[in-house]
């Protein structure tokens, strides 16, 4: 279960991930504008992150997680969330915090998290009010 752990992802990977979990499914376009990359990146990313079995990926239809990739993105999704109450409270205005966050998510360990998460008494929602998924390791919450 660790063969597609967080850390073997890079930076456009991990936004691809946390931008479906976030959105559902999306177009190919519409991942294209959202991270700023061009259109035949995007289509190597997500056949890189299809391979990996981390997304369903149909080239007309659109992208969407598998359940592996679901469990994966809501490890980043959360990592990200506590950063950005931290960075909150930190003093930095929402969407800064989100920027700073997106950044470095998916390069912290899930034990620094932890005790971030520990120290800001748990959280449950960030800054902007999107629910902070519960658990990083175990796979019954929801
Ligand atoms: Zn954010």
Not at 43 to 57: C, I, P, R, S
Not at 62 to 74: N, P, R, V
Not at 90 to 106: F, P, T, V
Request: proline share 4%; hydrophobic share 35%.
């Amino acid at each position: 279960m660790r063969r597609s752990d967080i850390s073997g992802l890079n930076w456009s990977e991990k936004e691809c991930l946390r931008l479906l979990y976030d959105k559902g499914s999306m177009k190919p376009g519409e991942l294209a504008r959202a991270l700023k990359l061009s259109p035949s990146t995007i289509t190597e990313l997500l056949q890189k992150l299809a391979n990996k079995g981390l997304v369903l990926y149909e080239r007309y239809r659109g992208a969407k997680l598998s359940e592996g990739g679901e469990k994966i993105a809501k490890k980043i999704v959360k990592k990200h969330r506590i950063l950005e109450v931290l960075f909150v409270n930190l003093g930095l205005a929402n969407d800064e915090a989100c920027l700073e966050a997106s950044k470095i998510d998916y390069l912290v360990s899930e034990n620094l998290i932890e005790c971030i998460y520990k120290k800001l008494n748990y959280p449950t929602k960030c800054p902007c009010g999107k629910r902070i998924p519960l658990s990083l390791s175990s796979s019954y919450d929801e």
